[in-house]
């Protein structure tokens, strides 16, 4: 059977993968995360149908997990990349879970044990985990993961509550990293997006002002699964917010920062005003734009929708500054386009919508594979072969090309498993 490698395990490589073992081939889908999922899974509703993330995500992990043809590789990277179109040789590095992943049921016994608290990534710091942990709720797999950071055990030799917990006996601390080696045909790059630090943002107050948080934190906030189970609170007092500034073209579009527009911003905000008039309708929703851009199908109509509809102020007009008040209370400071006067507004919570960047190993994995990158960072492609990167038989799909909103990921993953096929079988 031929084979073939897909690097990332967010909507686009997921697509990827399902694409291709349909068509007969087998796929290594590598992630370096303990579940797949990627930046989606962090999401609470998508544009503009509020279709919920995870109902729309959920299924297509599972489906990839259950395939004959696929086979997950998590908590994975790849070190190297040799060979060429049809015969490559990829050199993938697995890092210890400490758990057995054949035993394991993901009950999450161990993590109530667990007396070691540390920040959760998923939910960007908003809470704590365990040092034994589920990535999230619906993780693929679903395996308890220990941090060998902050595992008690693992650091000092002492406690192993999790081991004697475990009725499966699932806990394995002598496991070590294990490195093995594949053949593959084609490969495809999928390996997403990061956010650009807020704090290089020092106008807006980020790790200053307690209630000014990024658009990703505030997902997290208002999702069920999220860490004040779906209530819109401010992280300095927990009280609700009823007045909300979305700041726009946070580090993007700026001369200092990045130059390009983030593509998803003005409608991803759009989203969150309204879904904060959903949780509570009397929230105030003010969007500080430059220019909406809401390029997509129906998104337009999305913006006029929340206006009309959800009462969302859309203010015409770049905010220079965010100062806070006494009370922790975010003041926007801006100088709105029609008057063009300087104004502000003092709100509840101010999100910044945070501009996207390359992921932040995205140099070194194109080093491994010896794909060229644009001047932005991006993966570089041939403008009439959208998806063929600078190395035959490597195709690339997603946000790994630039910001994109998720029908276009999954659209760039159909047309990079059609075009990894072919490489794979010729």
Known sequence: MKEVLVIGGGIAGIQAALDLAEQGLRVHLVERTPSIGGRMAQLDKTFPTNDCSTCILSPK??????????????????????????????????????????????????????????PDEFNLGLNQRRAIYLHF????????????????????????????????????????????????????VATGYDFYDASHLSQYGYGRYPNVITALEYERLISASGPTGGHL???????PARKIGFVQCAGSRHVRHNRYCSTV?????????????EHDPAVNSHVFYTDLRG???????????????YAVNFVHGRVAQILEDADHNPI???????????????????????????????????????????DFGFVQTDPLAPVDTSRPGIVACGCCLGPADIPQSVAQASAAAARAAEFALA
């Open 61 to 118: 992990m599972v489906d990839c997990a259950r395939h004959p043809n696929i086979l997950l590789h998590t908590y994975s990277e790849v070190l190297a990349v040799t060979g060429e179109a049809g015969d490559f040789r990829a050199r993938v590095l697995k890092h210890p879970r400490y758990v057995d992943e054949t035993l394991c049921t993901g009950c999450g016994d161990c993590a109530l044990k667990c007396p070691r608290k540390v």
């Open 137 to 188: 709720p619906q993780a693929v797999p679903m395996v308890m993961t220990i941090d060998p950071e902050h595992c008690t055990y693992l650091t000092r030799g002492k406690c192993g509550l999790c081991q004697k917990v475990c009725q499966a006996g699932a806990i394995d601390f002598e496991q070590q990293e294990s490195e093995f080696e594949l053949e593959v045909g084609a490969i495809v």
């Open 233 to 239: 609170l401010r992280p300095s007092d927990g009280q």
């Open 265 to 277: 911003c003005c409608v991803h905000s759009t989203k969150e005003a309204v879904l904060a008039w």
């Open 295 to 309: 390029s997509g199908k129906g998104f337009r109509e999305y913006i006029d929708r929340a206006a009309r509809d």
């Open 332 to 374: 926007i400071k801006y100088e709105h386009e029609n008057t063009l006067r300087p104004e502000r507004m003092t709100v509840d919570l101010a999100v910044l919508a945070i501009s996207l960047v390359p992921a932040r190993d995205a140099p070194q994995v194109a080093a491994i594979l010896d794909v060229g990158l644009d």
